[in-house]
């Protein structure tokens, strides 16, 4: 089974730890990512810019429109994945506790279950 292992960044949380803290949550990355290539269960993942760096387009009347940043005002935006493949949901719990980012207080790793995933480019 694939799962998507999704962070949710809150700035304000993560600006209110210490340096050190916030050091030891980017390099806890390093290594949940050699644990899950070393198990096979890593597909892939990726980090996302802030999202003042983002634009929305949408189309109206035919004409594609284009703004600039996030598509909505929240405290929470989408910072990155993981998509892992393995034997169960309980497994990618796991998973996601071992991120890093589940132990800071406010912060949490959605788990969500892929319907469907076209196979990638090559």
Do not use: W
């Not at 949380?13 to 980017?26: K, S, Y």
């Not at 644990?35 to 810019?49: H, P, Q, R």
């Not at 998973?95 to 788990?111: K, N, Y």
Request: charged share 25%; aromatic share 8%; net charge negative.
């Amino acid at each position: 089974m694939q799962f998507l292992l999704i962070m949710h960044m809150n700035p304000q949380i993560f600006e209110a730890l210490t340096e050190e803290e916030r050091q030891e949550v980017m390099s806890g990355h390093g290594a949940f990512i050699e644990t899950i290539k070393k198990s096979g269960e890593m597909i892939d993942t990726v980090a996302l810019a802030d999202p003042s760096q983002s634009a929305v387009v949408r189309v109206r009347d035919g004409a594609p429109a284009v703004t600039d940043g996030p598509y909505l005002e929240a405290k929470e935006f989408l910072g990155g994945y993981y998509l892992v493949e393995c034997e169960s949901k309980e497994r990618a719990y796991e998973l996601a506790a071992m991120i890093p980012d589940a132990g800071v207080d406010g912060m949490g790793i959605e788990v969500r279950p892929v319907m469907f995933r076209d196979a990638p480019r090559g």
